[in-house]
């Protein structure tokens, strides 16, 4: 008697199977939520990078508006570490409009201590650990003014960010001629 040809039983998935599948689609997601960090990193990087240099044109724009207060090296050697954005600049008065009333008219020094408390506050505001410094670079060193008029200043704003895991200080520099 001949024994007629049996199908061969298909049977589902084995336990090793589906254990296999599983670790190889986790590791994708890993991989993807790797990603996902890095682009988060970048984006963040991108921001700072971008309010640093529109914090430091502010400071340029600040300064040729005030070129009695460059004149005067109210701007050299600035450093925005010091500033307190809780209260009003005191003893400076508030020098621009706020809530519909208008800013107190004043002097090219008040209105460069003004411009600090101000920048401050954006830079403390909108960059972690973020400062602004004004330095210049004298264009005449055998005169007796540490800054003579038409010289060359350095704006910088610096803040920390964390790029690839690791903290590390960035900053954007610009170079001012008011």
């Known amino acids: 008697m001949d024994t007629p040809l049996q199908a061969p039983r298909l049977k589902g998935f084995t336990l090793i199977e589906i254990l296999v599948t599983l670790v190889i689609f986790s590791i994708g997601l890993l991989g993807l939520a790797g990603m996902q960090l890095r682009g988060s990193e970048g984006t963040n990087t991108a921001y700072f990078r971008s309010q640093a240099t529109l914090i430091a044109n502010d400071m340029a724009e600040r300064m040729h508006a005030n070129r009695a207060g460059v004149d005067a090296n109210d701007?050299?050697?600035?450093?925005?570490?010091?500033?307190?954005?809780?209260?009003?600049?005191?003893?400076?008065?508030?020098?621009?409009?706020?809530?519909?009333?208008?800013?107190?008219?004043?002097?090219?020094?008040?209105?460069?201590?003004?411009?600090?408390?101000?920048?401050?506050?954006?830079?403390?505001?909108?960059?972690?650990?973020?400062?602004?410094?004004?330095?210049?670079?004298?264009?005449?060193?055998?005169?007796?003014?540490?800054c003579t008029d038409g010289s060359p200043h350095t704006v910088t704003v610096a803040w920390s960010e964390v790029d690839e895991g690791q903290a590390r200080t960035s900053d954007v520099t610009l170079v001012v001629r008011p």
């Open 75 to 146: 701007y050299d050697s600035m450093d925005t570490r010091s500033v307190s954005c809780d209260n009003d600049p005191a003893p400076t008065p508030f020098c621009a409009t706020r809530g519909g009333k208008p800013g107190i008219s004043c002097t090219p020094e008040e209105m460069a201590f003004f411009d600090r408390f101000t920048i401050a506050c954006s830079t403390q505001n909108l960059l972690p650990a973020g400062i602004l410094t004004v330095t210049c670079q004298d264009a005449d060193t055998t005169d007796a003014d540490p």
